[in-house]
């Protein structure tokens, strides 16, 4: 069956604009979460959605915002982008949150 | 805030057994202890879970210690495209995120 799909792949952005991400879940997964990563922060978690309810959130400035459609693809959005948010950003679809978590391939955003 | 203490770095030669530890020292009793790897710039990829039996499935086999404070994951027989970062996490099941360390990054050489 098909895995996570993020996309796009790559994005470059200029400071202060604003962008979207998308990620398709695997076929039958109800909760989608975000991650992000930077080489120096590491992997750190931003928020997770079920059933088009945002169940949790990391420690991440209100820029930071997601939404969950009816057939469970997620986008996220940051706002007013700032250089520190160039970042892998990765979703991960699960069946219903927690167990097993399935990862894409993620977005690569560059702000310059 | 991660639970879980890993080595920085680790080699393994191609062909042979990866054995990686994870010490979990404060883990509780409803938290199982999940392995993930991530392929440079790919997104981490789940191997394996367990709670206090050893686990083996296609990819690897879960050690866990009886009184569950470390853990060992083994790559059976190691190949190049094994070299990754290998997180080791300790949650409840029914947590939403996974809080990721900084991992053991393993490197399989020919």
């Known amino acids: 069956k098909a895995g996570v799909t993020q996309t796009p792949r790559y994005l470059i952005k200029t400071r202060g604009q604003q962008v979207t991400l998308s990620c398709s879940p695997i076929?039958?997964?109800?909760?989608v979460s975000w991650y992000q990563q930077t080489p120096g922060q590491g992997l750190q978690f931003l928020f997770e959605?079920?059933?088009?309810?945002?169940?949790n959130k990391g420690n991440f400035p209100g820029r930071f915002s997601g939404r969950q459609f009816s057939n469970s693809r997620s986008e996220m959005n940051v706002s007013t982008l700032e250089l520190g948010d160039s970042a892998l950003y990765l979703c991960?679809?699960?069946?219903?949150?927690?167990?097993?978590?399935?990862f894409g391939q993620g977005t690569r955003l560059t702000v310059v | 805030d991660a639970k879980t203490t890993q080595p920085t770095s680790m080699d393994c030669a191609e062909g042979r057994a990866a054995n990686l530890p994870c010490n979990h020292s404060?883990?509780?009793?409803?938290?199982?202890v999940y392995w993930y790897r991530q392929i440079h710039s790919q997104g981490p990829q789940y191997i394996i879970h367990?709670?206090?039996n050893n686990e083996t499935n296609e990819m690897a086999s879960l050690i866990i210690t009886e009184d569950r404070k470390s853990s060992t994951l083994i790559l059976p027989h190691a190949t190049l495209r094994d070299t990754a970062v290998y997180y080791c996490?300790?949650?409840?099941?029914?947590?939403?995120?996974?809080?990721f360390g900084a991992g053991t990054t393993v490197t399989v050489r020919a």
């Open positions: 991960a679809s699960s069946l219903r949150g927690g167990y097993e978590a399935f």
């Open positions: 996490i300790v949650r409840v099941v029914s947590d939403y995120k996974l809080s």
């Open positions: 076929s039958g997964h109800r909760s």
């Open positions: 959605y079920f059933s088009e309810t945002q169940r």
């Open positions: 404060t883990i509780s009793g409803n938290e199982y």
């Open positions: 367990g709670l206090k």
